[in-house]
């Protein structure tokens, strides 16, 4: 029977095309779907249904998807790193330019001049009143670079072409994301002294418990007032009543976000876009390809690839019978399960186990067709939260 993934977000052709049409069913409505594949829709624990084998966010942000309780339920959560950071990247510097030069405001008042229509006087005007949208180079200016993943650390390579200084923070940078940093990024201990020295401060984190409202008033009280902040990552880590006090109280000159709220329209200290820092047709068709093609190798194989919940894992096909095992990460488990299969005289081909956090998660290579009631007997073990046989065949009949 075809797979059904229901898609909850206009997602690029070229990824749905990774998810052959014989075998993958594709609706924006499912009762009992095998699979979700979204970008920003929000979506509610209670509207995932319990048939949902794995969720796929074409995209970076998962704060729209409830990650802790699909993590209780056994569902692996997918997201694309890297994949729109590029995206992200080529708008923020178009935010340092828009923060360092008057061009809003000059492309705002050249249009005020329709009426003028004498060239002369026309030009006249302008090289009047030109002073008036000066600007600053970003050339030795210092950026502040909050958070230095995929994102961060192409703006920080970004900035340094462009001549600034860059200043890094990011107390959970990963040693894979330290390896991609230009060496020239000096790193802030603190958020704090980061705040202080730089001229530009671009945020580039994910929005978690611990990040909401962290960009608050202390850290505007220690900015430079000619300091610009951009927030191309999410809208909750800006403390918004602070900021506003902030911008009224001149302690910062502009805030250019991809994030509008009602408060911050019409503001001429605030630059605002329709969050469109992944709304390109490169990273769109990269977003949906890579959600596809780690969606598709789960539900065939059970690996597992940029999940923001389960441990990676990939292991090689041998035989034509997989069982995939989650169950909380406590000792023995693997052992009770490893022992019903030898009850019943199933070997095992190839097994591979991994932990992350509360969660462990197994896949193992077996040479016979498990019967149903075995499968059941492991969904009844302790800490065991879910059993799912890939495979050609479906599970034995018992015998008597
Ligand atoms: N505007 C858009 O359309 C758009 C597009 C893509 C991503 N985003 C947002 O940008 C965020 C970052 O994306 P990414 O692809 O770079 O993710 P990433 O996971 O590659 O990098 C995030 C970095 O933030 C760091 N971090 C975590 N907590 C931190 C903290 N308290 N202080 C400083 N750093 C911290 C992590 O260690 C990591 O290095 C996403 O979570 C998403 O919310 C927005
Ligand atoms: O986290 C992300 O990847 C961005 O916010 C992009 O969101 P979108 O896919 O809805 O444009």
Request: charged residues 25%; contains cysteine; aromatic residues 4%.
């Amino acid at each position: 029977m075809a797979k059904r993934i229901l898609k909850l977000n206009q997602i690029s052709l070229l990824g749905l095309d990774r998810l052959p049409r014989d075998e993958y069913e594709i609706a924006s409505e499912f009762a009992q779907p095998d699979a979700i594949l979204l970008r920003s829709h929000k979506l509610q624990a209670e509207d995932i249904a319990d048939s949902v084998l794995a969720i796929a966010r074409a995209g970076a942000g998962v704060n729209n998807i409830p990650v802790d309780s699909c993590t209780a339920r056994g569902i692996p959560v997918f997201n694309t790193p890297g994949a729109n950071a590029n995206a992200v990247k080529e708008l923020v510097a178009v935010g340092l330019l828009l923060g360092s030069r008057g061009i809003i405001e000059g492309s705002e008042y050249v249009a005020t001049l329709k009426t003028l229509r004498d060239k002369a006087e026309l030009n006249q005007t302008l090289e009047a009143q030109k002073k008036r949208f000066k600007g600053n180079e970003l050339t030795g200016k210092t950026l502040g670079v909050v958070g230095l993943g995929a994102i961060g650390s192409m703006v920080a390579e970004m900035a340094l072409t462009l001549g600034m200084e860059v200043v890094g923070y990011d107390p959970a940078l990963s040693v894979d994301a330290a390896w991609r940093l230009p060496r020239e990024v000096r790193k802030a201990d603190t958020l704090s002294a980061l705040f202080s020295r730089s001229d530009y401060i671009t945020l580039h984190l994910p929005v978690l418990e611990s990040t909401i409202g962290m960009i608050n008033a202390d850290l505007f009280a220690v900015m430079q007032p000619h300091a610009c902040l951009l927030n191309f990552a999410r809208q909750e880590i800006v403390d918004e009543e602070a900021l506003v006090a902030a911008l009224d109280e001149r302690k910062l000159r502009k805030y250019i976000a991809d994030f509008p709220s009602p408060d911050l329209i019409g503001r001429s200290d605030v630059i605002l876009t329709p969050h469109i820092g992944a709304s390109t047709d490169e990273a769109e068709d990269n977003c949906a390809i890579m959600a596809a093609d780690q969606l598709r190798d789960f539900l065939e194989s059970g690996n597992i690839r940029n999940s923001v919940n389960f441990p990676a894992l990939h292991l090689e096909r041998v035989s034509g019978y997989r069982l995939a095992v989650t169950n909380t990460n406590v000792p023995r488990i693997l052992g009770s399960i490893l022992a019903l299969l030898a009850e019943q005289n199933i070997n095992v081909v190839d097994m591979l186990n991994k932990s992350r956090d509360e969660i462990a998660y197994n896949l193992i290579d077996i040479d016979t067709l498990p019967p149903e009631s075995l499968l059941e007997q492991m969904r009844q073990l302790e800490g065991v939260v879910n059993v799912r046989l890939i495979g050609n065949g479906k599970p034995a009949k018992d015998a008597g």
